[in-house]
């Protein structure tokens, strides 16, 4: 009982109330999202508000359990949960059904799960498990090998035998992990320039880019000129592996992503008009949160929503649901609480005593962070159509409970950090 009353003690109630509190808006929206008029409940099972308030309980249910557990127990089965995960994704597209052109859904009588959602917690644990070694040190390149291979994984697995490219690039993610154990901030400014070429090449072809950066090459050739010949070559290196990355970006844009994916692409460039295709969903909610204006047309009072002009409006667009009844106030304060949340979650990671914990808990708040950017950027046209949840906020069960999952864990490790300073 003391042990129980102690962890109860030492929970950050903070990080917990920030948690129902985007939860129980969540719910609130799904309800405002799938509503009709012949729904008199939001307790209503057969409807989605319904649903999601069984799973709210199942995740509470399981962080209650995840609590219970000794801490020790997530570093010393971690590998062993990532075994069993890795079978398990590769297992999934042999059972699963083409949804959407994605295998990634294994259907249990009733219920359909995503295990990838599941496999970002699990990767989690055991990239902390190897990073947090005593005898780990990041020196170079050569140390961050098998730290890769355990994202690359499950994200080549997702990406490739399961089609399911949103879920895949959110283990991108775990960079940021990278960078803050010590790896050279260039990669990032080299994930930064990688991404502008590949849209220079995409927008413009790869000959005018070719020609662009040739001029820039030959700038900076002529002002090393008279440099060591060290720098010379390394500057015709840089310029060769530009060349051979630029036709990279054609040919993956060209041969490797699927038509549904181009044109998602071109849509977002202004390469393609498809207001009735493929940019139909971002064009109607950008009209939902537009018509929401300061204050918001008010709860269950929104026509788009009601008129179910968004697509999947009650999962991966709810935040235009949020934007068309509550307007700029009710999407900026929720914007605020996921910011005031994921600070809270670098904070939390800042003050574990151990590797294991804080590198575990710097990677639940990446993967936090990167799903918020995807999912209100593609939402408000910034960023491709992906498909992938708002945590606690888009109706479904596998993301509720995997996002809940990599919350309660991190809660945890955390209250125990109190106990070991005692």
Not at 126 to 149: Q, S
Not at 205 to 212: C, G, N, T, V, Y
């Amino acid at each position: 009982m003391s042990r129980n009353g102690s962890i109860l003690k030492n929970l950050d109630w903070i990080t917990i109330l920030i948690f129902l509190g985007l939860t129980f808006f969540g719910w609130l929206n799904i309800y405002g999202a799938s509503y009709n008029f012949e729904q008199s409940s939001i307790f209503d099972f057969s409807n989605r508000a319904g649903k999601q308030f069984v799973w709210i309980m199942s995740a509470l249910f399981l962080g209650s359990i995840i609590l219970l557990i000794d801490a020790k127990t997530y570093d010393l089965f971690a590998y062993i949960a990532y075994a069993v995960t890795i079978v398990v994704l590769l297992i999934t597209p042999l059972l699963a059904h083409n949804v959407k052109g994605s295998y990634s859904w294994i259907t249990l009588g009733p219920i359909s799960l995503q295990p990838a959602e599941f496999a970002k917690c699990f990767t989690a644990l055991a990239l902390a498990k190897y990073m947090g070694r005593y005898e780990y040190h990041f020196r170079g390149w050569k140390d961050l090998y098998i730290p890769f291979a355990i994202i690359g994984l499950p994200m080549a697995i997702i990406m490739v035998l399961q089609q399911e490219t949103g879920t895949a690039l959110v283990f991108s993610a775990f960079l940021l992990v990278f960078y803050r154990q010590g790896m050279s901030g260039m990669v990032l400014w080299g994930g930064i320039l990688a991404a502008i070429i590949f849209i220079i090449v995409i927008r413009f072809s790869i000959w005018p880019a070719i020609a662009l950066l040739t001029v820039c090459f030959g700038i900076l050739a002529w002002r090393t000129w008279k440099i060591k010949r060290y720098y010379k070559w390394l500057v015709l290196l840089a310029f060769i592996v530009y060349i051979g990355f630029s036709a990279a970006c054609d040919v993956v844009f060209t041969k490797v992503l699927q038509p549904h994916q181009r044109v998602r692409i071109e849509v977002l460039l202004g390469m393609k008009d498809d207001p009735s295709g493929a940019g139909y969903n971002v064009a109607q909610s950008m009209i939902a949160i537009g018509s929401g204006r300061f204050l918001g047309k008010g709860y269950l009072q929104g026509t788009q929503t009601k008129l179910h002009f968004v697509p999947e409006q009650d999962t991966d667009f709810i935040f235009c649901t949020v934007g068309e009844e509550w307007g700029f106030v009710g999407s900026a304060g929720v914007l605020i609480l996921y910011l005031i949340f994921i600070l809270r979650l670098i904070a939390i990671a800042e003050r574990q005593r151990d590797n294991f914990s804080q590198i575990y808990c710097y990677s639940v708040a990446c993967i936090f962070m990167t799903h918020l950017i995807i999912n209100v950027g593609m939402v408000l046209g910034l960023l491709p159509v992906i498909g992938i949840p708002l945590p606690f906020f888009s109706y479904g069960g596998s993301s509720m409970m995997g996002f809940s999952l990599l919350l309660f864990i991190l809660l945890k490790l955390d209250a125990t950090r109190v106990e070991k300073l005692h």
